[in-house]
């Protein structure tokens, strides 16, 4: 199969080891864990099979107690249905996995084949299980389906449906949560109110209406029984991970439901969506190119949101933005320094920027370019710590420092799996990261290698999820899912956008080192340090313009001596 990119070591201090056919194994640094794994035999398979039906068993009854005593049978809301669905999913993708792979030699090439085939038959059935059991399901196989770099591609291309497969409420239902919390019946509040929603999500829809003042909102309305349901779907689920550890011990995905518990409670708050729209809003007032939509409070709960309508095409819709003469790169540019902003410097991330939630625009009076940022609800909160850490891993991985690289990678958690991480963080081979993120492109055969041996790292990947703060998670989420628009529009991470994030990098180590001296003197030399390390980058980056534009008038000249214009 040839060496795994991934992993790759030059440091002569890092010892890979190999196989015979020069297949990498292991690195001593990751904690010697084997790849050569002993096949299960017959009386292991046997016990493995009683184990799961065990705990599929336990699960039930448990489940079945759990929701009896607190009423919650009811196969319309949650109920057996639910739940045994569930469960019997779960069995299932188990089964599967314990039993297909069996009697194929491990590593060879029936068996990566056969296991692709496996990871695309459980993705199918994880996918519809989310789809049948809606809400809290829809929501985590969403962020599943974000992890490119984590999870194999027969996961994440599968479940990236889940983003335009969410359910639909009724009217009738979007009238009772309406009623529920304001008092007043639709026609009472609006003026006209679109009964088809403009687009529907895991927890909540939107719909076009006119206030009786004319102005023209966006109502975003909860799914009536996701608040009630969240709850008990953690529940399940946690119960089923922890039956799958007992089958795959090398499997960890609590990470999954910690993140889960932690975060929807808030998602489910749409009062806080409001709050966070407004202080990301004030907090990137200077970017002339970004636009939060205005909330309106007055008709506001935490089940709805009224906020101002405003009308654009999905970020990675390219067709819209060749209609209305916008210019994808400079879309790009703008989106990675806006989240460059946001982590580096400011520590308060939009951790769902997929298509739907971004569009874009031409600004009605200006005629410039906006990207217009939706759904606010889940934002992670760095520390300082972190955060800072975050800059020094960034500008070590920029700037090729490898020692540093190391330093900050396991001051973040990630111990001796740093060349993991560091592949990870960046979507790059370890090889391109010792030569230089920035100075080395990414090349198809090195984006397709790395999304195969994604599914043979899996056990250290859940390892290494268990180890980084939780705080890391959501930022691993947002990177892929910034670099799947960026893979869409075509302007994968370069030089410049690089440039752009040392920029931020080089002001929030600036600032806050101002912040911890009460010497004028020190904040001054941290000062003219600033501005002189901005103005190397400036320097760096015009060198790179004055390249290309030789290039180009090379290439040109060519072209010209090649091929003459007939006169």
């Known amino acids: 199969m040839g060496t795994y990119r991934l992993f790759r070591?030059?440091?002569p201090n890092q010892q890979p080891t190999w196989s015979n056919n020069g297949t990498f194994?292991?690195?001593?640094?990751?904690?010697?864990?084997?790849?050569?794994?002993?096949?299960?035999?017959?009386?292991?398979?046997?016990?493995?099979?009683?184990?799961?039906?065990s705990w599929t068993s336990a699960a039930l009854g448990a489940s079945g107690v759990y929701f009896y005593s607190n009423k919650y049978l009811d196969p319309s809301d949650f109920g057996a249905i639910r739940v045994g669905r569930a469960v019997a999913t779960t069995a299932v993708i188990s089964y599967d996995y314990l039993t297909s792979l069996r009697s194929v030699p491990y590593g060879s090439e029936e068996y990566l084949q056969l296991r692709s085939e496996v990871h695309l038959r459980s993705a199918r059935r994880l996918c519809e299980l989310c789809c049948a059991n809606r809400g809290t399901f829809i929501k985590v196989g969403q962020?599943?389906?974000?992890?490119?770099?984590?999870?194999?591609?027969?996961?994440?291309s599968t479940l990236k449906v889940l983003h335009s497969q969410a359910p639909q409420s009724s009217m009738q239902e979007i009238?009772?949560?309406?009623?529920?919390?304001?008092?007043?019946e639709i026609h009472d509040l609006f003026l006209s109110f679109d009964d088809t929603p403009l687009g529907a999500a895991s927890l909540a829809q939107v719909h076009k209406a006119v206030l009786r003042d004319g102005r023209t909102v966006a109502v975003k309305v909860q799914h009536p029984k996701v608040q009630s349901q969240s709850s008990k779907d953690i529940l399940l689920m946690e119960v089923l991970v922890l039956a799958v550890k007992q089958l795959f011990p090398e499997f960890e995905f609590m990470w999954l439901v910690d993140e889960a518990k932690k975060n929807l409670p808030l998602e489910l708050d749409f009062l806080n969506e409001g709050k966070n729209a407004e202080k990301v809003a004030q907090m990137l007032k200077h970017f002339d190119f970004l636009k939060i939509p205005?909330?309106?409070w007055e008709l506001s709960t935490k089940r709805i949101l009224l906020m101002e309508f405003v009308e654009g095409g999905q970020v990675n819709d390219k067709e819209y933005m060749e209609r209305n003469k916008i210019n994808v790169n400079e879309i790009s540019r703008h989106l990675g320094k806006m989240y460059s902003e946001m982590i580096f410097v400011n520590g308060f991330v939009h951790c769902d920027p997929h298509p739907g939630n971004m569009l874009v625009r031409k600004h009605p009076d200006t005629g410039k370019a906006e990207i217009v940022l939706l759904d606010h609800g889940l934002y992670q909160v760095l520390t300082d710590e972190f955060r800072l850490d975050y800059c020094h891993l960034w500008q070590s991985l920029i700037w090729t420092d490898m020692q540093k690289v190391k330093i900050y990678s396991q001051r973040l958690g990630a111990a001796n799996l740093y060349p993991l991480f560091a592949c990870m963080l960046t979507a790059r081979s370890w090889d391109s990261i010792n030569k230089g993120i920035s100075h080395v492109p990414v090349t198809s055969t090195e984006d397709s290698e790395i999304r195969t041996n994604v599914t043979t790292c899996l056990p250290e990947i859940s390892q290494l999820l268990n180890c980084v703060p939780r705080q890391m998670l959501l930022i691993f989420k947002t990177n892929d899912l910034l670099r799947s628009i960026e893979a869409t529009l075509g302007t994968r991470a370069s030089a410049s956008s690089f440039l752009n994030m040392s920029r931020c990098c080089i002001r929030a180590l600036a600032e806050h080192n101002k912040k911890n001296t009460h010497s004028f003197f020190r904040r001054t030399q941290i000062s003219i340090c600033e501005a002189f390390n901005l103005w190397k980058i400036d320097l760096h980056e015009l060198m790179l313009h004055v390249k290309g534009w030789k290039l180009a008038s090379w290439v040109s000249s060519l072209l010209c001596w090649l091929v003459p214009v007939p006169h």
């Open 9 to 11: 070591i030059e440091d």
């Open 25 to 53: 194994l292991s690195v001593s640094d990751y904690g010697s864990r084997s790849r050569s794994r002993k096949l299960p035999g017959s009386g292991d398979m046997a016990r493995k099979a009683v184990k799961l039906a």
């Open 143 to 156: 962020h599943l389906g974000s992890l490119d770099h984590v999870l194999p591609v027969e996961y994440t």
């Open 175 to 184: 009238r009772q949560v309406i009623r529920e919390d304001l008092g007043k």
């Open 294 to 296: 205005e909330i309106y």
